[in-house]
């Protein structure tokens, strides 16, 4: 079944196109032990889909560090979880085959991403996929982090498609909050570290990404667009 092709979804990328939890939170570890500072997995659970530098300076403020401290430590961080992604790379279970069906049903796709490029390039690159998306949005193109919709919706602009006809498969609080900020249908995905009331606010829940399909993503945006058009979208 074809699927229009004025459709697209949009990927977060932790959690849903790569395992990364424990990547991120080892990485967290190595830059803040050096410092004198402690982070818990606690701590760290709510902030995952979060930018660095936004964890950074709630979490230790800037009345400790300055700017250019900030970036440094948001650096240092990041290029130890590229490091460690690099030895140890666990793909999410059917990521590929889900992209496939979806680019040959016609939808467009993007990553919208509150990573740096350098970590979005090395995930895409590993799973062998950056010719099915046509829009790749990063941290460094964004200046609100989720759950603001600002990365989202740069991603429907540079798609051309509205956000009432995207959907966004995320596996975080903050991810889901931006994707129905952004007025578009939000899929959470159970990953590492998440349980169903985590993603809650979600339009719809599943447990694997084999759970989604074209179909599944047709009649999720077809739903919202009749909500939209009776004025009662939510």
């Given at each position: 079944m074809t699927v229009d092709k004025?459709?697209?979804v949009i990927f977060d990328m932790d959690g849903v196109l790569v395992d990364t939890y424990h990547a991120h939170y080892c990485s967290w570890l190595e830059m803040a032990e050096p410092q004198g500072l402690h982070f818990t997995e606690g701590q760290f659970a709510p902030t995952f889909g979060r930018t660095s530098r936004e964890i950074i300076a709630h979490f230790w403020g800037k009345d400790r560090f300055s700017d250019a401290q900030i970036a440094e430590l948001d650096d240092h961080k990041e290029?130890?979880?590229r490091r460690i992604l690099e030895t140890d790379f666990p793909a999410m279970p059917g990521v590929n085959e889900l992209l496939v069906a979806?680019?040959?049903a016609g939808v467009t796709l993007a990553v919208g991403s509150s990573g740096p490029p350098e970590n979005v390039a090395l995930v895409l690159d590993r799973l062998g996929v950056n010719e099915l998306f046509d829009a790749v949005v990063t941290g460094e193109d964004v200046v609100r982090g989720k759950p603001d919709p600002q990365v989202f919706l740069i991603?429907?602009?540079r798609l051309g498609v509205a956000p009432v006809r995207c959907?966004?498969?995320e596996?975080?609080?903050a991810g889901v909050a931006a994707a129905n900020a952004a007025g578009m249908a939000s899929v959470g995905l159970l990953s590492t570290g998440r349980i169903r009331e985590d993603l809650a606010a979600a339009h719809v829940v599943v447990q694997r990404l084999s759970d989604i399909s074209p179909e599944m993503v047709r009649d999720?945006?077809?739903k919202?667009?009749?909500?939209f058009e009776k004025g009662t979208s939510t």
């Amino acid at each position: 079944m074809t699927v229009d092709k004025s459709l697209a979804v949009i990927f977060d990328m932790d959690g849903v196109l790569v395992d990364t939890y424990h990547a991120h939170y080892c990485s967290w570890l190595e830059m803040a032990e050096p410092q004198g500072l402690h982070f818990t997995e606690g701590q760290f659970a709510p902030t995952f889909g979060r930018t660095s530098r936004e964890i950074i300076a709630h979490f230790w403020g800037k009345d400790r560090f300055s700017d250019a401290q900030i970036a440094e430590l948001d650096d240092h961080k990041e290029a130890a979880f590229r490091r460690i992604l690099e030895t140890d790379f666990p793909a999410m279970p059917g990521v590929n085959e889900l992209l496939v069906a979806l680019h040959d049903a016609g939808v467009t796709l993007a990553v919208g991403s509150s990573g740096p490029p350098e970590n979005v390039a090395l995930v895409l690159d590993r799973l062998g996929v950056n010719e099915l998306f046509d829009a790749v949005v990063t941290g460094e193109d964004v200046v609100r982090g989720k759950p603001d919709p600002q990365v989202f919706l740069i991603a429907a602009r540079r798609l051309g498609v509205a956000p009432v006809r995207c959907a966004v498969v995320e596996d975080a609080p903050a991810g889901v909050a931006a994707a129905n900020a952004a007025g578009m249908a939000s899929v959470g995905l159970l990953s590492t570290g998440r349980i169903r009331e985590d993603l809650a606010a979600a339009h719809v829940v599943v447990q694997r990404l084999s759970d989604i399909s074209p179909e599944m993503v047709r009649d999720l945006i077809a739903k919202r667009l009749s909500l939209f058009e009776k004025g009662t979208s939510t």
